[in-house]
Antibody, heavy 121, light 110 residues
Framework: EVQLVQSGAEVKKPGESLKISCKVSGYTFTNYWIGWVRQMPGKGLEWMGI????????RKSPSFQGQVTISADKSIKTAYLQWSSLKASDTAIYYCARGSGWFPGAGFDYWGHGTLVTVSS | QSVLTQPPSASGTPGQRVTFSCSGS????????VNWYQQLPGTAPKLLIYNDDQRPSGVPDRFSGSKSGTSASLAISGLQSEDEADYYCAAWDDSLNGSVFGTGTEVAVL
């Protein structure tokens, strides 16, 4: 059974750093893209970026370039999304999801449950 | 600001057919396939349609997708109360070298 298990909710202050995780099981981690999607409170879905754990090929939305880092650790089948300096506007639910095909634009067929990140002074 | 535009809402009575659009451009829908997602309240999105018109295993055939030029559409036939959700289209954008989601459509069953 394919599963994407995300790390728990976080409460941080502006300026702090954060790294959230997405641990997968039930399939070969290095053979599928893993993407990150942001959903701000009461808002729609935003595609942030995607990584191919097999070779660490990473694509990012221009909106998130320089704002976040996407990485993956093959040895523990885990993808990461990290910030070096959080802002209040980073408050959102962050989902990881598996790409269903070889193309980075293929549909996300399995999703994590989401990690709520709250940034407040 | 999303480059894929959807109507903010759509509605119908049980049993009706509801259709709504996703409008893009030549760099996204015009040159790449479209995926549709359903997001029920308080839950993670779920893949509903991929490659313009394909349904993943387990998705009822009441849901269908189509595409023409730089626009795509999602149709729900035999509308049911459990279809009340937000629906998002998505497509790869060659100019952005990344995917984009649509603005989302909230479907209400009256």
């Amino acid at each position: 059974e394919v599963q994407l298990v995300q790390s728990g909710a976080e409460v941080k202050k502006p300026g702090e750093s954060l790294k959230i995780s997405c641990k997968v099981s039930g399939y070969t981690f290095t053979n599928y893209w893993i993407g990150w999607v942001r959903q701000m409170p009461g808002k729609g879905l935003e595609w942030m970026g995607i990584i191919y754990p097999g070779d660490s090929d990473t694509r990012k939305s221009p909106s998130f370039q320089g704002q976040v880092t996407i990485s993956a650790d093959k040895s523990i089948k885990t993808a990461y999304l990290q910030w070096s300096s959080l802002k209040a506007s980073d408050t959102a639910i962050y989902y990881c999801a598996r790409g269903s095909g070889w193309f980075p634009g293929a549909g996300f067929d399995y999703w994590g449950h989401g990690t709520l990140v709250t940034v407040s002074s | 600001q999303s480059v894929l535009t959807q109507p903010p809402s759509a509605s119908g009575t049980p049993g009706q057919r509801v259709t709504f659009s996703c409008s893009g451009s030549s760099s996204n829908i015009g040159s790449n396939t479209v995926n549709w997602y359903q997001q029920l309240p308080g839950t993670a999105p779920k893949l509903l349609i991929y490659n313009d018109d394909q349904r993943p295993s387990g998705v009822p055939d009441r849901f269908s997708g189509s595409k023409s030029g730089t626009s795509a559409s999602l149709a729900i036939s035999g509308l049911q109360s459990e279809d009340e959700a937000d629906y998002y289209c998505a497509a790869w954008d060659d100019s952005l070298n990344g995917s984009v989601f649509g603005t989302g459509t909230e479907v209400a069953v009256l």
